[in-house]
């Protein structure tokens, strides 16, 4: 049969991989990826996450070797979650000031076994708070400003250790210039903010809670996390952040906020980061796991979306496997037909 007259063919584009690869947008590079990792007391330990197949909670041995594989696969980042043992925590947080706590001393042990290595640590107080909440609960409520001089000092604490971006997560108003200034003071000028700036209040943090044991006592996180239902407030408070001096403004969780990720890249000038968060992770997983969708397919597409959305950085628990993936060159297909 005659070919139609079809001057335009959308498919042309599409036959062979060849030229899908050429006309092909959006790549995702290693050096876009944080990794996260979770750390705990002990040594040799790799305690697996049951909501989180293939993660685990890592003493600082093991942990520096998970580390060091990312950083070899091109990962130019980790990120630091502690997971805190019950006696230690207590409604300030105070664990979280100590200088030879868990966090500074991964720190320290990620900085002198991989200099180059970026080190994020967490600034919010659940993962030491024996209220579970990020900020200090003051008679059943979160006391906003009375949590600035905790974040203050536990982001000084980090800096102290050698973390080079601290990530205020905790989502209280003011926070990111209060750590700015107090930072300042103690002459750490070149430690970096990354903040969680349009943090929403989402069941898609469920593994990480159980991870860290770290989910709230009492209450729920919806008077600091933003409603799913918003988009011009996240835009209000990535604005809010870029001004108090944020160096990178994130939108969590990822995929279903994907809106938020491009509006937020057109609102401001710093660069944006995305975190494709543990129920994200282990929705992939658990869907694998059934035999109901490609897992790696699955992990490509996520991230690669979330970068075509906007997002110039990355954080998943997918980023050493995925930073491979993208060195290994063109994906292998089967031959066009
Ligand atoms: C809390 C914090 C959370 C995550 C990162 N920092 C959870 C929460 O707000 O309860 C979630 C990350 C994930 O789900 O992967 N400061």
Redesign the pocket.
């Given at each position: 049969m005659a070919s139609l007259a079809l001057p335009v063919r959308p498919r042309r584009n599409r036959r062979s991989q060849g030229i899908r690869r050429l006309v092909r947008q959006t790549a995702v590079r290693p050096a876009d990826l944080v990794l996260?990792l979770f750390v705990v007391e002990g040594e040799g330990v790799r305690d697996p996450i049951a909501a989180m197949p293939g993660r685990h909670r890592l003493s600082i041995d093991t942990l520096v070797s998970e580390a060091a594989e990312a950083f070899a696969a091109g990962v130019p980042a980790v990120a630091l979650?502690p997971s805190i043992a019950d006696d230690r925590k207590d409604p300030r947080a105070g664990e979280a000031m100590n200088p030879d706590g868990l966090v500074p001393q991964a720190v320290r042990a990620l900085k002198n076994a991989c200099p180059d290595l970026l080190v994020i640590t967490?600034v919010?107080m659940?993962?030491y708070s024996s209220d579970g909440h990020?900020g200090l609960v003051i008679d059943g409520r979160i006391d906003n400003d009375r949590t600035l001089p905790i974040l203050a000092d536990m982001a000084l604490c980090q800096a102290e250790a050698g973390a080079d971006l601290v990530a205020p997560?905790?989502m209280m108003d003011g926070r990111v210039g209060y750590v700015r200034g107090s930072l300042d003071r103690a002459g750490h000028v070149e430690v970096g903010i990354l903040a969680?700036s349009a943090?929403y209040a989402s069941c898609?943090?469920?593994?990480?809670?159980e991870a860290l044991d770290?989910?709230p006592r009492a209450g729920d996180?919806k008077t600091y996390?933003v409603d799913p239902a918003n988009r011009r407030d996240a835009l209000r408070e990535v604005r809010l952040d870029a001004a108090e001096g944020a160096d990178i403004v994130m939108v969590?969780?990822a995929l279903p906020y994907l809106d938020v990720v491009a509006a937020v890249r057109e609102a401001v000038d710093v660069p944006v980061a995305a975190?494709q968060?543990?129920?994200e992770?282990a929705m992939i997983e658990a869907a694998a796991a059934a035999g109901w969708i490609d897992r790696d397919q699955a992990m490509v597409e996520s991230i690669t979306a979330i970068k075509r959305a906007g997002a110039d950085v990355v954080l998943t628990?997918f980023a050493t496997e995925m930073a491979r993936r993208c060195r290994d060159g063109p994906v292998r297909e089967p031959r066009d037909g």
């Open positions: 996260p979650f967490d919010a659940d993962p990020d997560s905790d969680y943090k898609f943090y469920g593994p990480f809670r770290s989910a996180k996390q969590k969780p975190y968060v543990s129920g992770y628990y």
